[in-house]
Nanobody, 118 residues
Framework: QLQACGGGLVQAGGSLRLSCAVS????????MGWYRQAPGKQRELVAG???????NYADSVKGRFTISRDNAKNSVYLQINSLKPEDTAVYYC??????????????WGQGTQVTVSS
């Protein structure tokens, strides 16, 4: 399972660091990512990172968000800088996990709320 944390209420221009850890009987973690869903909108990919550490970002967050991972800790992080009110959303972590059974499954974290005040 995935456990995300780090959200909160911040003023525009502020920063947050989101964290997400994978737990359970796993062999390895493939791609990981962060998505967000604002009220009344569809969930969208914010940033992803391959097992080798290669990141990709949505155009709307390039230059402000940085995704990273620590394979030893089975964790993925999202550093969010220069926050804007339009970044307000519930942020979800996601991972493709290779289980000890040999099955690859995708898992979602429970979501963490990020609220940016103007």
């Amino acid at each position: 399972q995935l456990q995300a944390c780090g959200g909160g209420l911040v003023q525009a221009g502020g920063s947050l660091r989101l964290s997400c850890a994978v737990s359970g009987s796993i062999l390895s973690i493939n791609a990981m990512g962060w998505y967000r869903q604002a009220p009344g909108k569809q969930r969208e990919l914010v940033a992803g990172i391959t097992s080798g550490g290669i990141p990709n970002y949505a155009d709307s967050v390039k230059g402000r968000f940085t995704i990273s991972r620590d394979n030893a800790k089975n964790s993925v992080y999202l550093q969010i800088n220069s926050l804007k009110p339009e970044d307000t959303a519930v942020y979800y972590c996601h991972a493709y996990v290779l289980l000890v059974s040999g099955t690859i499954r995708d898992y979602w974290g429970q979501g963490t709320q990020v609220t940016v005040s103007s």
